[in-house]
């Protein structure tokens, strides 16, 4: 008869949606997978509840819907609905809690503990509870000073003095430890102080990860000297020494779990400036930390902490696969490693080919801003004849930290299948670190008639003809090069044999039917690979929308009213001049019409007389006219007045 298959222990683990009961969870699964590689076919419904490893179960900080893999079951618990939890605690063989994260914890934590202590006598079998605190209940501790060998070891945990914030994280400890007295056989109890953790995507350090990798900070802030000992421990060593307490249930119960290293928080973010950032860094008051909003409370309380601890029972008792025994700062590559999978931060590098005039820059300049990239373009390829020349400028652009984090759009480059396979192939052998090249590269090809293209720059103007070197001989010399060179040896081919497959838009104008082409382009790459916006973020940009909306609502009306202001001044002028034109002209028609009486009573009685004495005086021409026509006049008087 064969031997009967171990029934599965049942784990519950609280808030297992948060950074480090996530990860717990996580490592009490893979222990599933490397022990039973036989069932590894099954689905994952039977894997975890028929295979003698453990079942985890837990608690959830909202009701979402989100897919847990390594969770069986999970409970969204109000404060009001302790008796369902308490069933749920009862039918698992281990409870761990977490208060290493969330302060609100403690009094859930004390509820528990309690609970299942009290309900003791009733277990079918025993029971383990296991309390991850923090090494913060140590943080006034009397340390040895750094030039002494002897530290502080979980030996001494009974003289271990908490810091102001973390007095009820030391009294549950207390209270753990005191409840596991009992009768250790039924209710074993157990503390894991937990030092600071990293890794898997970071917490209590993501603050400085995130500002190396945005690369919008010339220097990483340091709060403090950055001389204060921070005692670590990567997130899956702790989950481990969480399973080997499962696994071997020792005689102590309160256990330190820190890594081997001695390591200042300046020598941290100094690691991870120089990994992911500027590498340089800067020290700052500790006060504005608080003016942080990524940074809470509790971690900034935990990153001024000063302790040189050492895990004493967990190196005598346990035989541990450590992960980062020597720490974050001497396994940086592999926790940036981790944090970029983790946060899906992956770099989008992009090639975007196609001949002069037909629209690169443009879509390169769209992918950038769509996916916050670096634009790296050739000026003038054909002033380097050679692509050997452009080694040291692009392979340090290339390698820089900005584009390696987030990744780039290269645009133009490279045009020949042996500019490609020169500069690609020989990075990728000679690079001392991973390449920048090998990883999620994609090819994008524009591509559009030569008349096109040259109806295209016919209306360009005339200083966008000058930058891009578009006039009519040597733009049409290099659309000829770039179609024989197309058809000899196509720079496509390389990438095709790097299993990299271009997207090809042969029809590529910049016309409104551009953005559906880019939405291709978008669609192929994907949702951008970096940190999205946060709440707060969206809100301060809805709010900056709103305040330009109003700024420029403003402006219209002032701009309103000024021209309001202008017609009303120009209205009045054109009033006041056709108000004088009328009164000129009415003043010319009375004038008229006063001179006609005038001019009537001069043509009938005078201008005859006076037309003759003119012109007898003409005819005579006397040597006084005057005198002489009015003799004339006064002798020819016709009538008498």
């Given amino acids: 008869m064969g031997k009967s298959k171990q029934a599965p222990r049942r784990v519950f683990i609280n808030r297992i949606d948060s950074y480090a009961s996530r990860n717990i969870a996580k490592v009490l699964l893979q222990f599933i997978w490397n022990s039973l590689a036989p069932f590894l076919r099954v689905s994952r419904s039977v894997l975890l509840t028929e295979s003698g490893g453990f079942q985890v179960v837990g608690t959830v900080s909202d009701q979402s819907e989100e897919e847990w893999p390594f969770v069986l079951e999970k409970y969204f618990v109000s404060r009001s609905s302790n008796g369902d939890l308490l069933a749920k605690l009862l039918s698992c063989d281990v409870v761990i809690y977490n208060i290493s994260q969330h302060a609100d914890q403690v009094e859930e934590g004390f509820w528990a503990a309690s609970a299942l202590h009290n309900e003791m006598g009733h277990f079918s079998k025993p029971k383990v509870f296991i309390l991850i605190s923090t090494v913060m209940t140590w943080a006034c501790s009397k340390s040895p000073g750094p030039d002494e060998p002897e530290l502080l070891t979980d030996e001494s945990f009974r003289s271990r003095k908490a810091h102001r914030n973390f007095k009820t994280h030391i009294d549950l400890e207390k209270k753990v430890v005191k409840l596991g007295k009992t009768n250790k056989a039924v209710f074993s109890t157990y503390v894991v102080a937990s030092g600071l953790q990293y890794g898997m995507g970071e917490q209590v350090f993501h603050y400085f990860f995130k500002t190396s990798w945005m690369g919008e900070e ?10 204060n000992f921070v005692p670590t421990i990567h997130i899956s060593d702790l989950a481990r020494v969480v399973q080997n307490v499962i696994e071997h249930r020792p005689e102590p119960q ?3 779990a820190v890594d081997s290293s001695s390591c200042t928080l300046g020598d941290i973010v100094k690691a991870v400036a120089a990994e992911l950032g500027p590498g340089k860094i800067c020290k700052k008051p500790f006060e504005e930390a608080f003016l942080i909003k990524d940074l809470s409370v509790m971690e900034i309380d935990s990153m001024l902490v000063n302790l040189r601890l050492s895990a004493a029972h967990i190196e005598t008792l346990f035989s541990i696969n450590w992960l980062c025994q020597s720490g974050l700062v001497e396994n940086i590559d592999l926790v940036v490693k981790e944090y970029r999978q983790e946060r899906e931060l992956l770099p989008v590098r992009v090639c975007v080919l196609g001949p002069p005039a037909v629209g690169k ?7 950038c801003e769509h996916y916050r990239l670096h634009y790296i373009s050739l000026k003038d390829a054909e002033i380097i004849p050679q692509v050997a020349l452009t080694h040291p400028m692009l392979n340090e652009k290339l390698q820089s930290n900005p584009c390696r984090n987030q990744g780039f759009v290269l645009d133009g480059f490279p045009e020949t299948y042996e500019q490609a396979k020169e500069f690609f192939y020989g990075e990728t052998h000679t690079c001392t670190k991973k390449s920048v090249y090998t990883e999620y590269k994609f090819v994008l090809c524009l591509d559009a008639s030569d008349d096109f293209l040259i ?20 733009f049409l010399r290099r659309v000829a090069e770039y179609r024989k060179n197309a058809d000899a040896d196509p720079v496509i081919n390389y990438f095709l044999e790097m299993d990299v497959a271009p997207l090809h838009l042969g029809d590529a104008r910049l016309e409104p039917d551009w953005g559906l082409l880019m939405q291709k382009v978008y669609d192929t790459l994907g949702q951008p690979k970096n940190y999205s916006s946060t709440r707060e973020e969206e809100e301060e940009e809805e709010l900056r929308k709103a305040e330009e909306g109003l700024r420029r609502e403003a402006q219209d009306k002032e701009e309103e009213e000024r021209w309001k202001e202008e017609e009303g001044r120009c209205r009045e002028a054109r009033w006041k001049e056709w108000k004088q034109e009328v009164v000129r002209q009415q003043e010319e028609e009375l004038l008229e019409a006063q001179s006609l009486s005038t001019r009537n009573y001069l043509l009938e009685h005078v201008m005859p007389t006076l037309t003759q004495g003119l012109a007898e005086c003409c005819a005579v021409r006397p040597e006084n006219p005057v005198e002489f026509l ?3 006049l006064f002798k020819n008087n016709p009538s008498d007045y």
């Fill in 254 to 256: 309160y256990l330190l």
């Fill in 361 to 367: 820059s443009t879509a390169c300049k769209a992918i």
């Fill in 218 to 227: 010339h220097e990483i802030p340091v709060f403090g000297d950055g001389n």
């Fill in 455 to 474: 109806d295209r720059v016919i209306n360009l103007p005339e200083s966008v003809v000058q930058k891009h070197n578009y006039e009519q001989e040597h």
């Fill in 630 to 632: 009015a003799e004339y």
